[in-house]
């Protein structure tokens, strides 16, 4: 669910602010996105084709339509509003906007083999990955250490600081 849902740039952020309280009308939630209109509009349809959120039925204008959160939804924009409140810098919060940042991070339990990684989300490519983690680890939320006990070293990353707490926040609502 967390690929599906991130898929999406402003996906994490509006189920957060729904979650917060403010009003499923679509011109409250783009001013507090500061999203583009284009990307807000695909993150909501996505939303809703997920089953995450509805149109309010009997409220809103056909053109200018209000939503709800499904019951689904509300569990789902919980676990959003975690994420999105660990990470209150504008600056880091565009690394969450991004595609495998959250599911990567909601796989670190313990330190990760690029291959457990890979495996584990079978529908991401390897330089997707490799990308994900190099960002990743550039902005410290992942660190990369080399395994020597074996006689071939192997990589193995694990989650740090603002990583551990989006871990975290992911775990304790699964």
Excluded: C
Excluded at 26 to 46: D, I, N
Excluded at 64 to 78: H, I, S
């Amino acid at each position: 669910m967390l690929v599906k849902l991130t898929s999406r740039a402003w996906s994490l952020n509006i189920l957060a602010l729904l979650h917060q309280g403010v009003p499923g009308r679509q011109a409250p939630l783009l001013a507090a996105t500061s999203a583009s209109r284009t990307s807000f509009t695909s993150s909501l349809e996505h939303l809703v084709e997920l089953k995450v959120l509805e149109r309010n039925p009997g409220h809103g204008h056909p053109l200018r339509p209000e939503f709800r959160l499904t019951a689904n939804g509300a569990k789902v924009a919980e676990i959003a509003y975690k994420i999105v409140e660990a990470v209150p810098d504008d600056r880091e919060f565009a690394l969450l906007r991004r595609s495998w940042t959250v599911p990567i991070l909601g796989l670190m339990y313990t330190p990760q083999r690029f291959s457990m990684l890979k495996s584990s989300l079978a529908s991401i490519t390897d330089r997707a990955l490799s990308t994900s983690l190099h960002l990743l680890e550039t902005q410290a939320w992942l660190q990369r250490d080399i395994d020597m006990s074996t006689r071939l070293p192997f990589p193995t990353y694990r989650a740090v600081n603002k990583g551990i707490e989006i871990h975290r926040a992911i775990e304790l609502s699964a």
